[in-house]
């Protein structure tokens, strides 16, 4: 440690959490309606209906007698708010989609359904409408349409009646097995008389897909008669990667093994073997496909991964030093002629699974520089309002296991499409430019590029967005990339220029050359195998957390909307993730945080720092990461939890008062996303001693697990940068035989 450097506080306990009273509500009354019974009639009429329609499509033989239906409520009620919750309740049912706010689509056996029509009888029937408190506000019960089944760019692709559509056909999760099996055989028998065909089943954590190639008119037809069916998604491919090969390396350059070398499963195109840079750090080769075609890029992404950002100048010094160790997975292959075969959706989705599930016991973090376009076609497919289906699948894995992946924004423009007309930043302001799935993602961390070289001739200069670089938000406005990493540099005209490019390794045991956001990813997805290393017991969480908290923006960010989108929280400096200086001291907190818990997490800020009659006297940090449960299918409500966080002063008295800063706060939070930052700035009337960071979980979705980990980082720090102040002196002295834990470490990053 230099006479700079000071550990991180480790926060090894918390104040007893408190759990929120909710009110249970009840006999208050009911939805106004001008005739309860015009009104109970007309619910009935439609339960009713449906009722038939269920009756005609089971003897179709769909392949389950469950009750799938739509359900809509006033404009001014909420699907998932406490309404939401007493609904499932009220139609005996499963709330297992929601395409808007009032808008839910339920699933129900067949005897919870039957329940629902005798008690709409019942409403509908007696004089006094009994039931009128509970089913009052129901406007309208009906069949799931088409429309919202349907997946982004579908709409336009069924409208064409004469091709032959690849799609994915999402089925409701809570099938049986033996019924996702007879849903199957009823969509074949379907299909057999249009000459479409089933050519896939996929199961993964988020859901299970059927694979159908057919013409728009029979899928409808599925659409319409298995009420199974939940989602329609186009059927997506890995957009075309490559890298340029350079000179060959010096035989005299070295390759000096790490002692420290944590593990990164690169999902790519493969990593070549017999290259003597790189063979002695993969432990595993995996080809689930089959044979790897084009290992190029894989290659040059997993040297990224192994050597760094630095590759230049370690061959030039003629020693190349290893960051991590790798596992590499080809989920690309060759057809007969050696043809290279891009992975589709549902392949990723086997593939990625089935890694998972094997490697998270000796891995954490899965890197993954791929990003998918439609099948069959060159057109942008940024991401809408809808999670991906590979996008779900990884929030899913990466919560079940507690691993990260890292995954790259995609580059713009897209493959064959023209180059943009307007100038630099200014053709971000398209649609066109948003990130590309599966970088949606929530508890995934997307990296966008940076340049780092710049030259007379450069697009842009250094430490500015990279040209190619694509821009949020994701889904819901969320924040996207999450991150941004060196990816290259585009000369006048997006001329690829090697001196403004990114150095990686080829599979000939050269200095390879390219530009993107696939080259950016592995820089992160080291760093983040590096601090769950080097911190004993660290979670995914806590990795999380430690990079986003410790990412810098530029400066034309806080100005500028578009430089925002494209950088995210800006990009890391790895110099301050392990270690606090004596102007800011950070405490870290690792746990879980239950449904309507309040965690109250400790920390202290001395009086040496308040105490000081100056503006900007004091600023506090914090950044919460958690694993909130997902559902693709709820759209908007896609994160089912959100964390509230709070700062409060505990008064000598042993009370709570909340506290507030003069100066204007800077508040970074992101609402039911899966981080949020708090930054406040304090000049006067703020006190010393004992605060708290207040997080409370709260949900608007019944959660399976309400048990969420989560890590917190709360900051400390003199904006002065006083030179006669070091913070964590001062807590030593002021909160004496206290906050004495320490975050160890292994060893310092490396990037």
């Given at each position: 440690?230099n006479?700079?450097?000071?550990?991180?506080?480790?926060?090894?306990?918390?104040?007893?959490?408190?759990?929120?009273?909710?009110?249970?509500?009840?006999?208050?009354?009911?939805?106004?309606r001008?005739?309860?019974?015009?009104?109970?009639?007309?619910?009935?009429?439609?339960?009713?209906?449906?009722?038939?329609?269920?009756?005609?499509?089971?003897?179709?033989?769909?392949?389950?007698?469950?009750?799938?239906?739509?359900?809509?409520?006033?404009?001014?009620?909420?699907?998932?708010?406490?309404?939401?919750?007493?609904?499932?309740?009220?139609?005996?049912?499963?709330?297992?989609?929601?395409?808007?706010?009032?808008?839910?689509?339920?699933?129900?056996?067949?005897?919870?359904?039957?329940?629902?029509?005798?008690?709409?009888?019942?409403?509908?029937?007696?004089?006094?409408?009994?039931?009128?408190?509970?089913?009052?506000?129901?406007?309208?019960?009906?069949?799931?349409?088409?429309?919202?089944?349907l997946?982004p760019?579908?709409?336009?692709k069924?409208?064409?009646?004469?091709?032959?559509?690849?799609?994915?056909?999402?089925?409701?999760?809570?099938?049986?097995?033996?019924?996702?099996?007879?849903?199957?055989?009823?969509?074949?028998?379907?299909?057999?008389?249009?000459?479409?065909?089933?050519?896939?089943?996929?199961?993964?954590?988020?859901?299970?897909?059927?694979?159908?190639?057919?013409?728009p008119a029979?899928?409808?037809?599925?659409?319409?008669?298995?009420?199974?069916?939940?989602?329609?998604?186009?059927?997506?491919?890995?957009?075309?990667?490559?890298?340029?090969?350079?000179?060959?390396?010096?035989?005299?350059?070295?390759?000096?093994?790490?002692?420290?070398?944590?593990?990164?499963c690169?999902?790519?195109?493969?990593?070549?073997?017999?290259?003597?840079f790189?063979?002695?750090?993969?432990?595993?080769r995996?080809?689930?496909?089959?044979?790897?075609?084009?290992?190029?890029?894989?290659?040059?992404?997993?040297?990224?991964?192994?050597?760094?950002?630095?590759?230049r100048?370690?061959?030039?010094a003629?020693?190349?030093?290893?960051?991590?160790?790798?596992?590499?997975?080809?989920?690309?292959?060759?057809?007969?002629?050696?043809?290279?075969?891009?992975?589709?959706?549902?392949?990723?989705?086997r593939?990625?699974?089935?890694?998972?599930?094997?490697?998270?016991?000796?891995?954490?973090?899965?890197?993954?520089?791929?990003?998918?376009?439609?099948?069959?076609?060159?057109?942008?497919?940024?991401?809408?309002?809808?999670?991906?289906?590979?996008a779900?699948?990884?929030?899913?894995?990466?919560?079940?296991?507690?691993?990260?992946?890292?995954?790259?924004?995609?580059?713009?423009?897209?493959?064959?499409?023209?180059?943009?007309?307007?100038?630099?930043?200014?053709?971000?302001?398209?649609?066109?430019?948003?990130?590309?799935?599966?970088?949606?993602?929530?508890?995934?961390?997307?990296?966008?590029?940076c340049?780092?070289?710049?030259?007379?001739?450069?697009?842009?200069?250094?430490?500015?967005?990279?040209?190619?670089?694509?821009?949020?938000?994701?889904?819901?406005?969320?924040?996207?990339?999450?991150?941004i990493?060196?990816?290259?540099?585009?000369?006048?005209?997006?001329?690829?220029?090697?001196?403004?490019?990114?150095?990686?390794?080829?599979?000939?045991?050269?200095?390879?050359?390219?530009?993107?956001?696939?080259?950016?990813?592995?820089?992160?997805?080291?760093?983040?195998?590096?601090i769950?290393?080097?911190?004993p017991?660290?979670?995914?969480?806590?990795?999380?957390?430690?990079?986003?908290?410790?990412?810098?923006?530029?400066?034309?960010?806080?100005?500028?909307?578009?430089?925002?989108?494209?950088?995210?929280?800006?990009?890391?400096?790895?110099?301050?993730?392990?270690?606090?200086?004596?102007?800011?001291?950070?405490?870290?907190?690792?746990?879980?945080?239950?449904?309507?818990?309040?965690?109250?997490?400790?920390?202290?800020?001395?009086?040496g720092?308040t105490?000081?009659?100056?503006?900007?006297?004091?600023?506090?940090?914090?950044?919460?990461a958690?694993?909130?449960?997902?559902?693709?299918?709820?759209?908007a409500?896609?994160?089912?939890?959100?964390?509230?966080?709070?700062?409060?002063?505990?008064?000598?008295?042993?009370?709570?008062?909340?506290?507030?800063?003069?100066?204007?706060?800077?508040?970074?939070?992101?609402?039911?996303?899966?981080?949020?930052?708090?930054?406040?700035?304090?000049?006067?009337?703020?006190?010393?001693?004992?605060?708290?960071?207040?997080?409370?979980?709260?949900?608007?979705?019944?959660?399976?697990?309400?048990?969420?980990?989560?890590?917190?980082?709360?900051?400390?720090?003199?904006?002065?940068?006083?030179?006669?102040?070091?913070?964590?002196?001062?807590?030593?002295?002021?909160?004496r035989?206290?906050?004495?834990?320490?975050?160890?470490?292994?060893?310092?990053?490396?990037?």
């Amino acid at each position: 440690m230099n006479n700079t450097e000071r550990p991180h506080i480790l926060l090894r306990e918390h104040a007893p959490p408190t759990t929120r009273e909710y009110s249970g509500g009840g006999g208050g009354g009911t939805y106004p309606r001008t005739s309860y019974a015009q009104h109970a009639h007309a619910v009935f009429r439609q339960a009713s209906d449906l009722r038939a329609m269920f009756a005609k499509l089971n003897t179709s033989g769909q392949g389950t007698d469950r009750a799938y239906f739509r359900l809509e409520l006033p404009a001014d009620f909420s699907i998932a708010g406490s309404d939401g919750r007493k609904i499932e309740e009220v139609v005996h049912s499963k709330i297992v989609g929601s395409p808007s706010i009032n808008v839910g689509h339920f699933g129900a056996s067949a005897e919870s359904f039957s329940l629902l029509i005798e008690e709409l009888h019942r409403y509908a029937e007696t004089d006094q409408n009994v039931g009128k408190s509970k089913f009052a506000p129901i406007e309208q019960l009906g069949a799931i349409p088409l429309a919202e089944k349907l997946g982004p760019g579908v709409a336009e692709k069924l409208a064409s009646n004469d091709a032959t559509l690849d799609v994915l056909l999402g089925l409701f999760p809570d099938l049986l097995n033996r019924e996702r099996q007879a849903v199957r055989q009823a969509v074949e028998t379907l299909l057999a008389s249009s000459g479409g065909h089933v050519t896939g089943e996929t199961e993964g954590e988020s859901g299970s897909y059927l694979r159908v190639q057919a013409r728009p008119a029979a899928i409808k037809a599925i659409a319409d008669l298995i009420v199974a069916v939940q989602s329609i998604d186009q059927t997506e491919e890995v957009v075309e990667i490559s890298s340029r090969p350079g000179p060959e390396i010096d035989a005299a350059v070295l390759v000096r093994p790490s002692d420290r070398a944590p593990i990164v499963c690169v999902i790519d195109t493969g990593v070549a073997s017999g290259c003597r840079f790189i063979d002695p750090f993969v432990i595993a080769r995996e080809n689930p496909l089959g044979p790897p075609c084009d290992e190029d890029h894989g290659t040059f992404v997993a040297s990224r991964a192994l050597f760094g950002d630095t590759i230049r100048d370690q061959v030039s010094a003629g020693v190349l030093d290893n960051r991590v160790r790798l596992v590499s997975v080809a989920a690309f292959t060759r057809d007969a002629s050696g043809n290279r075969i891009s992975p589709t959706t549902d392949e990723l989705i086997r593939i990625i699974r089935d890694t998972v599930t094997r490697w998270h016991g000796r891995t954490r973090v899965f890197n993954l520089s791929m990003n998918l376009t439609p099948k069959g076609g060159s057109s942008n497919a940024p991401v809408a309002n809808t999670v991906s289906p590979l996008a779900a699948e990884i929030d899913a894995l990466s919560r079940r296991f507690g691993v990260l992946f890292v995954i790259s924004a995609g580059n713009f423009p897209a493959p064959n499409a023209p180059y943009p007309t307007e100038s630099y930043p200014e053709y971000f302001k398209h649609e066109s430019a948003r990130v590309l799935a599966p970088a949606e993602a929530m508890l995934a961390i997307t990296v966008g590029s940076c340049a780092e070289r710049e030259n007379g001739g450069s697009m842009v200069s250094a430490g500015k967005p990279s040209p190619f670089t694509r821009r949020g938000p994701g889904v819901g406005s969320f924040r996207k990339p999450d991150l941004i990493a060196h990816g290259g540099n585009c000369g006048t005209g997006w001329r690829d220029h090697d001196d403004l490019s990114v150095a990686g390794i080829g599979p000939d045991e050269t200095v390879s050359y390219g530009c993107g956001t696939s080259y950016a990813a592995p820089i992160i997805s080291s760093l983040a195998a590096q601090i769950i290393d080097a911190i004993p017991n660290a979670t995914v969480e806590l990795a999380r957390a430690l990079l986003v908290h410790f990412a810098e923006l530029i400066p034309e960010a806080r100005d500028s909307e578009i430089m925002s989108s494209l950088v995210g929280n800006g990009r890391v400096n790895p110099g301050r993730i392990l270690r606090s200086t004596p102007w800011e001291q950070t405490f870290a907190f690792m746990g879980h945080v239950d449904y309507r818990q309040i965690l109250k997490i400790p920390f202290f800020v001395p009086g040496g720092l308040t105490g000081r009659k100056m503006r900007g006297r004091l600023r506090v940090r914090c950044t919460v990461a958690f694993a909130p449960e997902t559902n693709r299918t709820l759209r908007a409500g896609y994160c089912k939890s959100h964390l509230r966080c709070k700062l409060i002063k505990l008064t000598e008295g042993g009370n709570t008062k909340e506290v507030t800063s003069e100066d204007a706060p800077e508040a970074i939070k992101d609402r039911y996303s899966s981080i949020v930052r708090i930054e406040k700035m304090f000049s006067s009337n703020v006190g010393p001693g004992d605060w708290q960071l207040l997080i409370e979980q709260e949900s608007r979705w019944r959660l399976k697990d309400p048990k969420t980990p989560v890590a917190a980082l709360i900051t400390v720090e003199d904006p002065r940068r006083v030179s006669s102040v070091d913070i964590h002196a001062m807590i030593r002295a002021e909160a004496r035989g206290r906050y004495t834990a320490e975050l160890s470490t292994r060893y310092q990053l490396r990037v």
